[in-house]
């Protein structure tokens, strides 16, 4: 036999009611405020930089590498390496989450890699390049989570705008 209604649950919109977790994803993503066309965050920057830096890196090494195939490596891997790096700094410039995602995941391979490095490192110097490594990596990662929010609240926000112009040239 169930008894009175408490006040809160007279006071409760009817519908569905959210978990505490989903609340706070609700709350989270309605303060995600679009990025302006010209707006391009700091972290945005030092990742689209940083792209550009290893593509200059990776190409100068494929070129200046006597022996690269008997090391591991291949002239045209090299290439492939470098013009995708481009590719990524070249998106996430023009600000598109496909390529700040990409450039996340390459981001995570590149700290697993490092901690994994770390347990083999022979100096310190090498330990702390490796620990160096890891620390700027996931703060730029950290960064770039909340530049990807940004870049989906404004696709969001547009999407319901395309969907009536759809609509209204029908």
Sequence with gaps: MAGP??????????????SPKSERETQARAALVPLR?????????????????????VLAG????????????????GAFIAV?????????????????????????????VTSLALVVADTLLAAGLCVGSVVLAGWLFWKLVRVMGRLQ??????APVEKETDEALR
Excluded at 7 to 18: Q, T
Excluded at 62 to 77: D, R
């Design 84 to 112: 995708v790096l481009v590719w990524l700094a070249q998106g996430m410039y023009r600000k598109r989450y496909w390529a700040v995602l990409a450039f996340e995941a390459l981001l995570a391979f590149q700290i697993v």
């Design 153 to 158: 609240a404004g696709e969001r926000a547009s």
């Design 5 to 18: 209604e408490s006040p809160s649950d007279i006071r409760r919109a009817p519908g569905p009611r959210l």
């Design 37 to 57: 066309p010209d707006e391009r965050p700091a972290a945005l920057r030092v990742a689209v930089v940083v792209a550009a830096v290893l593509a200059i890196g």
């Design 62 to 77: 494929t070129l200046t590498i006597k022996g690269l195939a008997h090391q591991g490596g291949s002239p045209v891997g």
